[in-house]
């Protein structure tokens, strides 16, 4: 169908398409394109994605692609195996499948003839990931990657863990996600009387994804595949990367710009897991101008001037007093030509205790103490949601009860603002009584008020203290140095404010805890803080103000909502952190109505860490005309002192029969997690 827009080329819309593979298989397309690209062919844009084209993803693929097509090129959305209307089964994320599948895609685009045979792979989160990793296998057509939210590193940033530590807000929620987004049924309006075929294959053969995870509790192959930080000189074609300050995903950044050798930019914005077209905290950019900049330069050969600016521009946070929603965050953009920067340098605080038993930290200090912590179980309930999506109710609290919580130590008030830029390390030395131990450390901004924004953090395993690659058990009494690198940080502190630092060896529900209580002797410790010299820039282009194609109108047959709750029982200690979602009733204009919804609960009693447990359950509905199907599954992982355990529920029903239902167990042993 034709969609006409005021973009400089009239834009041709393909709603569905066969991309067919060497092994049979067929991967589900759709495809925006310049009307008149057969006689005047065009570069094409590719965003490969298991989340569907054609209701899941549709609204914000309906601003992006025809904007790019728009603009002279060929944008596509492509549903991987196993998702969608694609054949096959999806059996886990990033698997060399996936990977190898995308280059046939490249391949098969190049020899189109409203091709030119030049390719942009661009995505956030999923997209973000593969595309760096199918730039790695270095394909022919592929001549420049945008990458959003993503990491180098599945080990070290993703879902999964976190300095060693089980994630536990997250590794079960994300599997539970995908549990439920496997079982999806594909549209008959794609695939005609196939659907239902298809669709009990993806029931029976789609596996947990946790059950994998949870095999690979160290950093061994499984991780270092699709970790583009094995060998980043694979990477030859020129890649933007592209986060925000409230993103889980941000670390990856300064380490691609640092290990990668091709040509290379990025932009760090205060945004959360968004696009930065419509992100929140504000301020928001016109990204897909700035996307069209990148484009033409790599895919058209048109010099843009986006090579000749600088490598790095971040948006410096100002101070901001803590709050659970962020529209926006105050601060000013400032500009990197290289990383590392020549204009950062270290800055330590030395840990120190007070005559009245505070917790000290002296610039420049030598720190020597004697102090001894045990933190409660439900230390980390003020955490916020570790990927923030900038939705209300998504950001860390005022930590001051938190701080209260944990082992602190705060500096004297700042003479002057104090500019913070990448990773902050904290290293202590300590003492523990048990041989499994974790260690949680939180940089916060103190306000004269008293108020504290969680500024960064970071976790370690301490069995993991000789590296992610094996499990040490601790020997309890001794003494050890260990070094925690917090998530990088761009932020101006104010004068007047001061740094605190804040110790647990509890993190729930971020950190799945240790198999018994650890009583922590502290020794001494250090802040080790990236200072960036006080410099005014100016001549700093200006973004573009945000635009993009039409969205596209659905209608709303029910409301949803979300809540966000904590609540804890006084009698016995246990506390419960309880997320819901609902999107309500959607219908789009092809017919189809949707719904989807979760309710996500973490429990854990403050004296026990045994008790600690995680549930999800998820429900979601398809239906057109008299077709209409519906999947709820329920998620569920606790512990003992030796094993992990994990169980699957899974019912699809069409219509009022059910004609699928199974529940799945699985264990593990711990391995020093």
């Known amino acids: ?23 049979g298989t067929r991967l589900a397309a759709r495809i925006w394109l ?13 965003e490969y994605l298991p989340y569907r084209k054609n209701d899941f993803t549709a609204v914000r693929d309906s601003v992006h692609h025809p904007y790019f097509a728009g603009h002279g090129y060929a944008s596509m959305r492509v549903d991987i195996r196993g998702s969608g209307d694609s054949d096959g089964v999806l059996y886990d994320e990033y698997l060399p499948l996936e990977q190898e599948d995308a280059l046939e895609v490249l391949a098969w685009i190049a020899k189109q003839p409203w091709s030119t045979g030049a390719v942009g792979l661009y995505g956030k989160s999923w997209g973000g990931f593969n595309g760096l990793q199918i730039a790695a296998h270095r394909p022919p057509e592929l001549k420049a990657v945008i990458s959003l939210c993503s990491t180098d590193d599945r080990y070290a940033d993703d879902v999964h863990y976190m300095g060693g530590c089980v994630l536990a807000s997250k590794m079960l929620y994300w599997a539970s996600t995908m549990l439920l987004f496997n079982a999806r049924p594909p549209d008959p309006r794609h695939v005609g009387d196939a659907w239902r075929e298809m669709w009990l ?31 980043f000189s694979a990477i030859t074609c020129p890649v933007y990367a592209v986060g925000g300050w409230a993103d889980a995903y941000t670390n990856a950044i300064p380490r691609l710009l640092e290990g990668l050798s091709c040509p290379k930019k990025g932009l760090i914005g205060p945004w959360a897991h968004d696009f930065p077209e419509r992100a929140s905290p504000g301020p928001a950019i016109g990204f897909l101008q700035e996307c069209l900049r990148w484009w033409d330069r790599w895919l058209k050969g048109i010099e843009t001037g986006i090579m000749d600016e600088p490598m790095l521009r971040v948006w410096m946070q100002e101070s901001k007093l803590p709050d659970v929603s962020h529209e926006s965050w105050p601060g000013r953009w400032i500009t990197e030509k290289s990383w590392p920067s020549s204009q950062i340098s270290g800055q330590a605080y030395g840990f120190q205790q007070a005559a009245h ?33 900038g939705v209300p109710g998504e950001f860390p609290p005022d930590q001051r009860a938190e701080d209260g919580r944990s082992l602190t130590f705060t500096s004297r008030p700042l003479n002057d603002p104090l500019d913070v830029l990448g990773f902050p390390e904290v290293t202590v030395e300590l003492s523990v009584d048990r041989p499994n131990a974790l260690l949680a450390v939180r940089l916060c901004e103190v306000f004269p008020s008293g108020a504290s924004t969680r500024l960064s953090w970071g976790l370690l395993n301490l069995t993991h203290r000789h590296g992610h690659q094996k499990a040490v058990p601790l020997e309890p009494g001794e003494q050890y140095e260990v070094t925690v690198r917090l998530n990088a940080v761009g932020c101006r502190i104010a004068s007047g404010n001061r740094l605190r630092v804040a110790l647990s060896e509890t993190y729930w529900p971020e950190a799945w805890p240790s198999p018994e209580p650890v009583t922590v002797h502290l020794l001494g410790g250090t802040l080790n803080l990236p200072v960036r010299a006080a410099v005014e820039e100016s001549d700093i282009p200006a973004f573009e103000i945000p635009e993009g194609a039409p969205e596209l109108k659905v209608e709303t047959l029910r409301e949803g909502g979300r809540e966000r709750t904590y609540a804890q029982d006084i009698l016995t200690g246990q506390s419960e952190i309880r997320v819901g979602t609902d999107s309500g009733r959607i219908r789009f204009d092809n017919g189809l109505e949707t719904e989807l919804s979760a309710l996500d609960t973490w429990t854990i009693q403050e004296a026990d860490p045994l008790s600690a447990e995680a549930q999800c359950e998820w429900t979601t509905v398809f239906k057109r005309g008299t077709w209409e199907t519906r999947v709820e599954t329920k998620s569920r992982m606790w512990s003992d002192g030796e094993r992990f355990y994990v169980s699957n529920e899974v019912t699809a029903y069409e219509g009022s029969e059910t004609v699928f239902s199974r529940t799945r167990t699985f264990d593990v042993e711990r391995e020093g997690c």
């Not at 310049?34 to 590719?46: F, I, K, Q, S, Y």
């Not at 095999?215 to 060998?231: A, I, K, N, T």
Request: charged share 25%; with cysteine.
């Open 34 to 46: 310049p009307e008149d690209a057969e006689d005047d062919p065009v570069p094409a844009v590719l």
């Open 1 to 23: 169908m034709k969609n006409r827009t005021h973009f400089p080329r009239t834009v041709r819309e393909i709603e569905h398409t066969w991309i067919p593979l060497s092994d």
């Open 201 to 231: 294959e993806r029931l029976e053969q789609s596996p947990p994804f946790i059950e994998t995870w949870l095999s690979h509790q160290l950093r061994d192959g499984y991780w270092e595949q699709g970790s583009v930080c094995e060998d």
């Open 357 to 389: 038993g505070m917790g000290v930290l002296d610039e420049g200090g030598d720190s020597s103490l004697s102090l001894i912590f045990q933190s409660k179980q439900n230390v980390g309930k003020d955490a916020g949601n570790w990927c923030s999506y």
